[in-house]
């Protein structure tokens, strides 16, 4: 089992950033994998980010250049950082891991971009 708590949302003028947090409830590197998602109203869950307990990272493509994913092990969160922020990026993100089985989420944070 693994707890997920999201923070970091919130509303931004396009152009502006925000930084996202992931904290998990055990060892990161334990976790196969760890992403961020986002969901639009009307949309389909989207990958943003992941990355893995290698430390491979990987990008959806409407974020590539703009959003960075990192992590500190020592305190078992991961970071979405999003620079650039377009009125498209609006969504609710949600953090997630999977760790062979199981995947799991946390709650999700309101992203809002204005124009």
């Known amino acids: 089992q693994v707890q997920l708590v999201e923070s970091g949302g919130g509303l931004v003028q396009a152009g502006g950033s925000l930084r996202l947090s992931c904290a998990a409830s055990l060892n990161i590197l334990s976790i196969n994998q760890m992403g961020w998602y986002r969901q639009a109203p009307g949309n389909q869950r989207e990958l943003v980010a992941r990355?893995?307990?290698?430390?491979?990272?990987g990008y959806g493509d409407s974020v590539k250049g703009r959003f960075t994913i990192s992590r500190d092990i020592a305190e078992n969160t991961v970071f979405l950082q999003m620079n650039s922020l377009k009125p498209e990026d609006t969504a609710v993100y949600y953090c997630?891991?999977?760790?062979?089985?199981?995947?799991?989420w946390g709650q999700g944070t309101q992203v809002t971009v204005s124009s």
């Open positions: 997630n891991a999977y760790r062979s089985p199981y995947g799991y």
């Open positions: 990355i893995t307990s290698g430390g491979t990272t």
